[in-house]
């Protein structure tokens, strides 16, 4: 006789499954038992148990955004159920933490502990709403509170959450180490490895032995930086081995290949911090096979960087490749699942695990070198074209951008076009410039932090219009930048340079550069493209039938300053389009009117004069209506190929837009913004700049434009010439901000 499972059946048997780490079948199991129980079978608080925990299950294997849709849709089910709302309310915030959205984490704790100042509800409950407080203050950098409400949390948890008192004392050793106070985090890990070790050996008592271990390393590591108290160095060491033998010891004699990939592969960083190689290579070489027996591939990556170091301190370049190699194709699998994790950093994805990209390249580099074989400077590129889709993916939280059907890499023989792909390395600058004939290598030593300080301080010298204080950043930049390559590009006369920029060289105008007589500018047609996969460098052939939407705010809204020089811009450009252009000017350009003219019409070139800003937050990047803002997902939605439009935009043009100096996360917007918008090319400014000068620049390019055989590239290059002829306009700060972005034809 075959028996129904109950509601209670259902959610114990998921429960298992979760806690062996088997997290999809965990989700199975209860969505199967939401399936197959009847509605009047469940209560509607069992009915949120297992939404609840599928949500903490979607959370557990990086899939956020699914755990965070199904909690709100059941938020408004539990207002009347005080103990189940504050419940969804700190799953809400722990969810919003982990995903970035710092200020829903914080609206929607702020709304737990409002009711557990009006409400009487277990200190269990309140113990956990703590925690979670205590860890969205630490994320926005308020130790001394994070730390005073964690201590509130240990007073509500007692001895009677003795699981989540352990969590709770390790939460607050990391924020003690955030603060820089090492003997109160050393302290609180010693206190939760011992509660720890009272415990009954399973599987969430194995995976906390894992956390304490590396968290003791972590603290080794920052003291180590810091220079401090070197006498608790063995401490540490024996606190961090301790611990991983512990969560190794479980994880055997429960057979849970996941625990076993996580405790082996620590306990290999740990061997490998003590200089201990050939040992931890066999432990990492354990961790590895365990992640792939139980599919970890969360971890897998990892290990396989692991080795990828090991192999090559032990000078074995070919195997260091090849784990390298195997860790890049791990993670491209799990990129999603790793962008959760906030409380192990907080960190920019370039600076964790952005690293694997750039040692990785930094190999294949090394490995042309010794083989003078030029396979290996395409595989750096390509390594590093992997790593700026991937960011500008997690930038705009996109995965789905347009990749090109033809690549820049594809169509290199185009005659008198020189691709300049500059590699940031910690050590030294390598230049990979792609020619009709080939691809070539220059290593230039100049430290990455160098470049970052005289890229900073150019640009930040360049905005002053009224001195010259930027020429000695200038001239360095191109004696590091520019002079290697000189010979090569004269040799094939090179007359047009296509700049694939990375990290601060986003923030900063090549054309500024200076030999000491001459601006680069002065000897080429300068473009920047975001990546050459995410770039189409096929020509259009120029239209006789090209329909161009003009749009302008010259006035003074929303706390913006008026542009003045905007309707003569606007009015300008219409000529060169008599009977194919619509203006929208003032307050005529507003939100609906832009969305609907574009809804109507497959316009080839879009112009907006007004004011805009790349911020490192893609929500915060904006282009200003006379009532609104559009944000670049708005864009995005308006111009991307639909039923009307059959092919891109061909040029998109943002005067009086800008970034700020220094945050490369913002010129992420800038550099993808043609991608983005689905725009073939995009036009626009790194900084705010007088807009008399931005209407005669534009105007100048729209007029070159018109001309036959002529590229954007070398459009753009007369009209900063122009202007740079001028007296008036004759300093960069004028000129150098324009962009241009994409297909450079």
Not at 112 to 120: F, K, P, R
């Amino acid at each position: 006789m075959v028996y129904a499972l109950s509601a209670d059946q259902w959610l114990q048997q998921g429960q298992t499954y979760f806690a062996q780490g088997h997290y999809e079948q965990a989700i199975q199991h209860w969505e199967a038992g939401l399936d197959t129980l009847s509605p009047d079978s469940l209560t509607q608080r069992q009915q949120i148990d297992l939404h609840a925990q599928i949500a903490h299950a979607h959370q557990s294997l990086g899939h956020s955004d699914k755990a965070i849709e199904l909690l709100e849709r059941n938020l408004p089910l539990v207002e009347n159920d005080i103990t189940q709302h504050i419940l969804l309310l700190a799953a809400l915030s722990d969810l919003c933490l982990a995903t970035h959205q710092y200020i829903k984490a914080r609206q929607y704790i702020n709304q737990a502990v409002d009711i557990l100042e009006v409400e009487q509800v277990p200190t269990a409950i309140s113990a956990m709403v703590f925690n979670n407080l205590g860890n969205v203050l630490a994320v926005e950098a308020y130790f001394d509170e994070s730390i005073s409400v964690y201590q509130k949390a240990l007073t509500h948890a007692g001895n009677k959450q003795p699981e989540l008192h352990i969590r709770i004392l390790v939460n607050l050793s990391r924020t003690y180490l955030k603060n820089h106070q090492f003997k109160q985090a050393i302290q609180s890990l010693q206190q939760a490895y011992q509660a720890l070790s009272l415990r009954e050996d399973k599987y969430d008592k194995a995976f906390l032995f894992v956390t304490v271990g590396e968290l003791a390393q972590n603290i080794q590591k920052q003291q180590q930086e810091y220079q401090t108290n070197g006498n608790n160095r063995q401490t540490l060491r024996q606190l961090a081995y301790e611990s991983l033998a512990q969560s190794v010891r479980i994880a055997e004699k429960i057979h849970d290949d996941r625990l076993i990939a996580y405790a082996y592969g620590y306990l290999g960083q740990l061997y490998e911090s003590e200089k201990r190689y050939e040992d931890s290579l066999k432990l990492t070489r354990r961790a590895i096979f365990a992640a792939q027996e139980s599919e970890a591939y969360e971890i897998l990556y990892r290990w396989e960087w692991q080795a990828g170091r090991l192999f090559q301190i032990q000078k074995q370049l070919d195997m260091a490749i090849l784990s390298y190699q195997q860790a890049v194709k791990s993670l491209q699998a799990v990129r999603d699942e790793l962008k959760t994790g906030y409380r192990k950093t907080s960190l920019p994805f370039r600076e964790t695990i952005g690293l694997v990209y750039f040692e990785l390249a930094d190999l294949l580099l090394q490995k042309a070198k010794i083989d003078a074989d030029p396979k290996w400077l395409i595989e750096a590129r390509d390594t590093i074209e992997l790593l700026k889709t991937v960011e500008l993916q997690d930038y705009f939280k996109d995965d789905c951008l347009n990749q090109a059907s033809t690549t820049l890499a594809e169509q290199m023989n185009m005659a008198k076009t020189a691709v300049y792909y500059p590699i940031l390395l910690p050590d030294r600058l390598e230049i990979l410039l792609s020619l009709p004939k080939g691809i070539k290598q220059f290593t230039v030593n100049v430290t990455a932090l160098k470049l970052k300080d005289e890229a900073n301080e150019f640009r930040f010298e360049l905005e002053t219009r009224e001195t010259k204080d930027y020429i000695p950043y200038a001239q360095r930049l191109y004696r590091w930048m520019i002079e290697p390559i000189l010979a090569d590009l004269k040799r094939q006369q090179v007359d047009t340079l296509v700049f694939v920029p990375d990290g601060v060289l986003r923030t900063i105008p090549f054309a500024a550069f200076h030999s000491g007589s001459r601006f680069l500018i002065q000897e080429y047609a300068i473009a920047t493209v975001p990546s050459l996969t995410l770039t189409d460098p096929t020509p259009l052939e120029k239209k006789t039938d090209i329909k161009v939407l003009l749009n302008g705010l010259s006035q003074s809204v929303q706390g913006f300053p008026q542009l003045s020089s905007v309707t003569n811009e606007v009015k300008f450009i219409e000529r060169f389009y008599p009977q194919q252009s619509q203006t929208l000017l003032d307050n005529q350009f507003t939100t609906d009117n832009f969305a609907r003219s574009l809804r109507q019409t497959p316009y080839s070139i879009v112009h907006i004069a007004s004011h805009g800003q790349f911020n490192s937050d893609p929500q915060k990047t904006f282009l200003l209506t006379y009532d609104n803002k559009i944000t670049i997902s708005h864009l995005e939605n308006l111009i991307r190929l639909s039923k009307i439009r059959n092919e891109p935009m061909e040029l998109l043009t943002l005067s009086a837009c800008q970034t700020a100096v220094g945050d490369d996360q913002a010129a992420l917007g800038l550099a993808g913004i043609a991608v983005k918008a689905g725009a073939r090319s995009a036009l626009a400014t790194l900084w705010f700049i007088d807009d008399a000068a931005t209407s005669s620049l534009v105007s100048e390019f729209y007029q070159q434009l018109q001309r036959e055989h002529i590229s954007k590239a070398k459009a753009l290059q007369k009209a900063q010439l122009h202007l740079l002829d001028r007296p008036r306009y004759r300093h960069p700060a004028f000129w150098a901000p324009f962009l241009l972005v994409g297909n450079w034809l």
